[in-house]
């Protein structure tokens, strides 16, 4: 197998919005609260009843979203709930910093349901990056830099 690298000449035109992570909750409905309240994500839509989401869509004010649901539904996704990586691309080292105080400040939050972890401390990567990750109240791994891959 060849590994083909392409340059920016050579690749297909790509659309920034075009990637959305599906995530699966044991609590959708507090992973929601989490990722608008602390992350900064904005509801685009949910859709289920009392506890259970059947669906969300939450957009990243900086480009793309995540869509979402609660375990439990007999979906293929269940047995990864609660898991993953995702990656935020955030506009500046002003925004980073900002989301990590409002994580920092998760931590000490009284309600367990709001609490993210920084797992990765604030830091500027040899790669131009300035960022730092960290974990969600159910597990999920967030990583926030400025970081942008070439296109």
């Not at 992973?31 to 859709?47: K, M, N, P, Q, W």
Request: proline fraction near 7%; aromatic fraction near 8%; hydrophobic fraction near 35%.
């Amino acid at each position: 197998m060849t590994n083909t690298t392409h340059s920016a000449t050579t690749t297909p035109a790509v659309l920034a919005d075009a990637v959305w992570p599906c995530l699966t909750y044991s609590d959708a409905r507090a992973a929601i609260r989490f990722l608008v309240g602390t992350l900064g994500f904005v509801e685009s839509a949910v859709y289920g009843e009392g506890e259970s989401v059947e669906h969300a869509e939450l957009l990243w004010p900086h480009g793309g979203g995540v869509m979402l649901g609660s375990a439990g539904r007999g979906s293929p996704l269940d047995p990864h709930a609660d898991a993953g990586n995702v990656y935020l691309i955030a506009p500046d080292p002003a925004t980073v910093d900002t989301l990590y105080e409002k994580v920092l400040a998760s931590a000490r939050a009284e309600d367990p349901v709001v609490r993210a972890r920084v797992t990765v401390e604030l830091c500027d990567e040899d790669y131009g990056s300035h960022g730092f990750t960290c974990r969600d109240p159910h597990g999920v791994y967030w990583s926030i830099g400025t970081y942008r891959p070439p296109r």
